[in-house]
């Protein structure tokens, strides 16, 4: 199974921060990765697929780049409602994997 | 506006079976891969299993294979979890997740959950 890592696991910033989360897999993946946002209590919601596409309705703050094992998700100015957890997602093979997810919170 | 509805979850003991549904609105179901994705309680998200339009391509991930099994009914808009065989390390909120791209890998719909509660 391909492993996903994610750094850090978890993560505090101040509002308007620039705030920056990798993922990286231990063999090529090519640029088939998303990342998903999870807020408490709710589902995830999809943001970024294909490693820097962003889903239709996604702010513009958010941004996704890499490819091959190194992956970066970007939030450019940090809001108060983006506080939640945010997972990366492989779908080079199956089975699909998760990274261990980022809390981020606010400072 | 697209609707997934999980339902069937509870609390069942070891050794026991449930039967998961999700039910799906707004859009057309038999054009999309559909997926099952759990969290048990305060962990990530792991993948369990996947199942393509007409049900001839199926996976599982290896912690749920030969006790679950997916399937789907696109006359009634439906997807299933039969889950047998549960065990503690079972118990986690099960979403169903549509999946748009290529092989159903953008999960960019999901249910609300229901939780599984393997327990004695």
């Known amino acids: 199974d391909i492993q996903m890592t994610q750094s850090p696991s978890s993560l505090s910033a101040s509002v308007g921060d620039r705030v920056t989360i990798t993922c990286q897999a231990n063999?090529?993946?090519?640029?088939?990765l998303n990342w998903y946002q999870q807020k408490p209590g709710k589902a995830p919601k999809l943001l970024i697929y294909?490693?820097?596409n962003l889903e239709t309705g996604v702010p513009s703050r958010f941004s996704g780049s890499g490819s091959g094992t190194d992956f970066t998700f970007t939030i450019s100015s940090l809001h108060p409602e983006d506080i939640a957890t945010y997972y990366c997602?492989?779908?080079?093979?199956?089975?699909?994997?998760f990274g261990q997810g980022t809390k981020l919170e606010i400072k | 506006e697209v609707q997934l509805v999980e339902s069937g979850g509870g609390l069942v003991q070891p050794g026991g079976s449930l039967r998961l549904s999700c039910a799906a609105s707004?859009?057309?179901?038999?054009?999309?891969?559909m997926n099952w994705v759990r969290q048990a309680p305060g962990k990530g998200l792991e993948w369990v299993s996947f199942?393509?339009?007409?049900?001839?391509?199926?996976y599982y991930a290896d912690s749920v294979k030969g006790r679950f099994t997916i399937s789907r009914d696109n006359a009634k808009n439906s997807l299933f979890l039969q889950m047998n065989s549960l065990r503690a390390e079972d118990t986690a909120v099960y979403y169903c997740?549509?999946?748009?791209?290529?092989?159903?890998?953008?999960?960019?719909?999901w249910g609300q959950g229901t939780l599984v509660t393997v327990s004695s």
């Open positions: 997602q492989q779908y080079d093979h199956f089975p699909y994997t």
């Open positions: 997740a549509r999946g748009d791209g290529g092989m159903g890998n953008d999960f960019d719909y």
């Open positions: 294909g490693a820097s």
């Open positions: 707004g859009f057309t179901f038999s054009s999309y891969e």
């Open positions: 199942i393509s339009i007409t049900s001839t391509t199926i």
């Open positions: 063999q090529d993946i090519n640029n088939y």
